[in-house]
C-alpha cells in the first residue's frame, strides 16, 4: 500500500476507535453555548468543527500537532545545507501524527517526484484563458481541470465501499500536491515572463523545485519558499480556506473540487488575497510619501489618514490571536538573516513599530498585531518576485499540505455531509418575545 499509506490507516483506525469511545461516553454533554451575536457574525467562537493537523491558540499562535513554529524549525528534517524546515517534513507530522526522520522525508519527495505528471489537456485549459485573468483564477480552474484525474471520482462511479474513501483521497491529495507547483509555476511564466516556461529538476525538492520552475534559482529565494510553504500550510479548521474544503469534501467531492472550493475561499481579500493588499498598500505609500524608507511618523500620518478613509491596515488584526503572530516572527528572523539592509523589509519592520499602538488607541481593537501576511511580500520582492497578485498562488500550494491531510483524515474518520442548522430573523424577534422556543 506504500509506506507513509500504511502508517496513515494504522493512526486513523486507532482514532476512529478513540472518537467513537468518547463519543459513546460523552457524546451528550455540551461543549459550549451559542450567542445570538455569534449567529449574526460569522460563527465566531462557536466550537463545531474536528481538525487533527493544527490548532490555534491566542497567545502561542498556530502549532501543528502540539508542534509550534520555533520547535518546527528546529526539530523537522532540513534540506541538505539549509536552514529551513521542509514542507514535506511537516505534511509528514500533520498526515502521521509524528515527527518524520530523514528518509521519511526523502521519501515523500521522491513519491511527489513520481506522481508530478501534469497532463497536457491541464495546460491547455489554462491557455484557453485570456493572459490578463486574475492568476488565482487560473489556478483554481487548473486544479478543475485537473479532476480528471481523480481516482476518488473513478473509484466511486464504480463502487467503492465506504470503508475505503480515505484509500482513494489520499491518492488524490498525493498527486494533486505533487502536481501543484508545477501547475503554479506555468501560471506564473506564462503571466509574467512571456510564456518561457522552465521544466521541472527532479533532483531538488518539492519547494526547490517550485523555485526553480518559477525561474528563481537564488538558494536564498529556494529557502524561503521552503519556510513559506511550511508556515502558511495550516490554521487550524475553522478558516475559509480550510472550512470550505472540509464542507465540500464533506458531500464527498473528491480532493481537486474540495481543494478547488478552498482556492475561491483563500482568494477572497478578508482570507489569502491580503497578503496581496499588504504589498499593495505599502507601495502605494511610498509612492505617495515618494520615498523608499519613511520614518516612523510619516507611516503613522499615512496609517491615520487609511484608517478616516474607513480602511483597514492590511496585514494587521486577526480574529483569534492575541499577540504577534509567530508567522510573521519567523520571516522577520528570516529577513534579518538574508536581508537586514533591504530598504522595503526595514519599512515592514517601522510599520510593525508604528501601526499597533496606533489601533490600540482606538479602544477597539482586540488584537492591534500583525499577521502571517504583514510580511511575507516583502520577502519576496527582495528577492524579484514583484507581481504581487501572485501571492495568493504561492499561498494556495502552500495551504494544500494542511486541508488535504486534513480531508484524508476526513474520510479516513468518516466524517459526515456538514449540515448546520439556520434559522431566519423573524423566528429570532419571536423567539425574543417568548413567542417560539427555538433553542429550547
Known amino acids: 500500500m506504500g509506506i507513509i499509506k500504511d502508517r496513515f490507516k494504522e493512526k486513523a483506525d486507532a482514532k476512529a476507535i478513540e472518537i467513537k469511545d468518547l463519543l459513546k461516553e460523552h457524546g451528550t454533554k455540551v461543549i459550549g453555548e451559542v450567542q445570538l451575536a455569534q449567529v449574526f457574525q460569522g460563527m465566531r467562537g462557536i466550537t463545531g468543527l474536528l481538525t487533527e493537523t493544527s490548532l490555534l491558540d491566542a497567545q502561542d499562535g498556530i502549532r501543528f500537532r502540539g508542534y509550534s513554529i520555533p520547535e518546527l524549525q528546529e526539530k523537522l528534517p532540513k534540506y541538505d545545507g539549509g536552514s529551513e524546515p521542509l514542507p514535506e517534513a511537516?505534511?509528514?507530522?500533520?498526515?502521521?501524527?509524528?515527527?518524520?526522520?530523514?528518509?521519511?522525508?526523502?521519501?515523500?519527495?521522491?513519491?511527489?517526484?513520481?506522481r508530478s505528471h501534469v497532463p497536457n489537456h491541464v495546460f491547455a485549459t489554462i491557455e484557453a484563458l485570456p493572459v490578463s485573468t486574475h492568476p488565482m483564477t487560473q489556478f483554481t480552474i487548473a486544479v478543475m481541470a485537473l479532476q480528471t484525474e481523480s481516482q476518488f471520482a473513478k473509484r466511486y462511479a464504480a463502487g467503492m465501499n465506504k470503508k475505503d474513501y480515505w484509500d482513494a483521497t489520499f491518492d488524490d491529495a498525493m498527486d494533486l500536491i505533487a502536481r501543484l507547483p508545477r501547475i503554479a509555476a506555468y501560471i506564473y511564466r506564462r503571466k509574467y515572463k512571456n510564456g518561457e516556461h522552465i521544466q521541472p529538476n527532479g533532483l531538488l525538492d518539492w519547494s526547490g523545485n517550485f523555485a526553480h520552475m518559477l525561474g528563481y534559482e537564488d538558494e536564498g529565494f529556494q529557502e524561503l519558499m521552503r519556510l513559506y510553504m511550511t508556515i502558511h500550510a495550516d490554521h487550524e479548521g475553522g478558516n475559509v480556506s480550510a472550512h470550505t474544503t472540509h464542507l465540500v469534501g464533506s458531500a464527498l467531492g473528491d480532493a481537486y473540487q474540495s481543494f478547488a472550493a478552498g482556492l475561491n475561499g483563500l482568494a477572497g481579500p478578508l482570507h489569502g488575497l491580503a497578503n496581496q493588499e499588504v504589498i499593495k498598500w505599502i507601495f502605494e505609500m511610498r509612492e505617495e510619501l515618494q520615498t523608499e524608507s519613511p520614518s516612523s511618523e510619516q507611516i503613522a500620518d499615512y496609517v491615520q489618514r487609511t484608517l478616516s478613509a474607513g480602511k483597514v491596515v492590511p496585514g494587521y488584526g486577526h480574529a483569534v490571536l492575541r499577540k504577534t503572530d509567530p508567522r510573521f516572527t519567523a520571516q522577520m528572523e528570516f529577513g534579518k538573516k538574508h536581508m537586514p539592509d533591504d530598504p522595503l523589509v526595514q519599512t515592514i519592520w517601522t510599520v510593525y513599530e508604528t501601526v499597533p499602538p496606533i489601533l490600540q488607541s482606538l479602544g477597539k481593537i482586540k488584537n492591534p498585531w500583525p499577521n502571517v501576511d504583514a510580511h511575507s511580500g516583502a520577502l519576496l520582492v527582495h528577492y524579484g518576485m514583484v507581481e504581487y497578485e501572485f501571492y495568493t498562488v504561492l499561498f494556495g500550494v502552500s495551504r494544500a499540505l494542511g486541508v488535504l491531510a486534513s480531508l484524508?483524515?476526513?474520510?479516513?474518520?468518516?466524517?459526515?455531509?456538514?449540515?448546520?442548522?439556520?434559522?431566519?430573523?423573524?423566528?429570532?424577534?419571536?423567539?425574543?418575545?417568548?413567542?417560539?422556543?427555538?433553542?429550547?
Do not use: N
Not at 511537516?90 to 513520481?114: C, K, S
Open 90 to 114: 511537516l505534511f509528514y507530522l500533520m498526515l502521521v501524527g509524528e515527527l518524520p526522520t530523514e528518509e521519511d522525508v526523502q521519501h515523500l519527495t521522491a513519491v511527489w517526484q513520481r
Open 408 to 440: 484524508c483524515w476526513d474520510r479516513a474518520l468518516g466524517f459526515p455531509l456538514e449540515r448546520p442548522k439556520s434559522i431566519t430573523t423573524d423566528l429570532v424577534q419571536k423567539w425574543l418575545k417568548g413567542e417560539d422556543e427555538i433553542w429550547e
